[in-house]
C-alpha cells in the first residue's frame, strides 16, 4: 500500500507570502494529523481530523493557519502570511479505526519549510 | 498535562555494544508510551508501543523498552547497535484517550565502527 505523501519536500518562500502544504493519507485512514518540528526542537501537535471535521486544533499557533480537509480525503495546510518563525519541518501522519493513539500513526516524509 | 524528557540529545556507541536511550515521562492518568524513530530524509517510523499490557516491550530490528511506573521511565534498550541503527529516535507519551501525541526533544544515536 502506498504510504503518507507530501508535498512538497521542500519550500522557501519569503516573509510575507503564502505556502500550501498537501498531504495525502493511506487510502482509508479516517484519522489525519499535522505536526510540526521547529529547528532543535520537539515535535508538537498541530491539529487532528476524523474524515473532514476538525476533531482537534489545539496545537495551531495562531490565524496565520489554515487546515483543511476535503471530502475526507487529502488534507492541505496553508499559511498565510509566512512569518520567519513558521520554519520547520512540517509532518503529517494517518490512522486507521477509532482508537486514537493506540492505533499506529503512519507519518510522511515531512514538508521542510524555510521563510526567509 | 503530559510531557517527556529524553536524557542526551546525542548518544554514540561503537558497533556491536549495548545502546541504551533514556526516557522519563509526566502524565496524570495512565500512560501509552511510544518510540519512533525516524532515518534520514525520511518519516517517523513506529518502533514500539506501551499501552498497559506487558511492561516489557518488545519492538522491530531488535529494540525493547521497559516500563517501570515507579521511575515514570520508558528506556529503549538494544543489546547491540548495528551500523544501521544510526537515527534520531523520539518517545512520545498520549493518554489512553488521546488523539494526539507528545513528543520528546529527541535522540540521535550515532554508531562508530
Known amino acids: 500500500e502506498a504510504g503518507v505523501t507530501q508535498f512538497p519536500s521542500h519550500s522557501v518562500i519569503e516573509k510575507g507570502q503564502t505556502v500550501t502544504l498537501r498531504c495525502d493519507p493511506i487510502?482509508?485512514?479516517?484519522?489525519l494529523y499535522w505536526y510540526r518540528r521547529v529547528m532543535g526542537k520537539e515535535i508538537k501537535f498541530l491539529l487532528h481530523f476524523v474524515k473532514e471535521s476538525k476533531q482537534d486544533e489545539s496545537g495551531m499557533p495562531n490565524n496565520r493557519f489554515l487546515a483543511e480537509r476535503t471530502g475526507g480525503t487529502y488534507s492541505t495546510l496553508k499559511v498565510q502570511p509566512a512569518e520567519l518563525e513558521d520554519s520547520g519541518v512540517y509532518f503529517c501522519?494517518?490512522?486507521?479505526?477509532?482508537?486514537?493513539?493506540?492505533?499506529?500513526?503512519?507519518f510522511g516524509n515531512g514538508t521542510r519549510l524555510t521563510v526567509t | 498535562a503530559q510531557s517527556v524528557t529524553q536524557l542526551g540529545s546525542h548518544v554514540s556507541v561503537s558497533e556491536g555494544a549495548l545502546v541504551l536511550l533514556r526516557c522519563n515521562y509526566s502524565s496524570s492518568v495512565p500512560p501509552y508510551l511510544f518510540w519512533y524513530v525516524q532515518y534520514p530524509n525520511q518519516g517517523l517510523q513506529l518502533l514500539l508501543k506501551y499501552t498497559s499490557a506487558a511492561t516489557l516491550v518488545k519492538g522491530i530490528n531488535g529494540f525493547e523498552a521497559e516500563f517501570k511506573k515507579s521511575e515514570t521511565s520508558f528506556h529503549l534498550t538494544k543489546p547491540s547497535a548495528h551500523m544501521s541503527d544510526a537515527a534520531e529516535y523520539f518517545c512520545?507519551?498520549?493518554?489512553?484517550?488521546?488523539?494526539?501525541?507528545?513528543f520528546g526533544a529527541g535522540t540521535i544515536l550515532r554508531v562508530k565502527s
Open positions: 512520545a507519551v498520549s493518554d489512553q484517550y488521546g488523539n494526539k501525541l507528545v
Open positions: 501522519a494517518s490512522s486507521q479505526g477509532s482508537q486514537g493513539t493506540r492505533s499506529p500513526l503512519h
Open positions: 487510502s482509508g485512514h479516517d484519522n
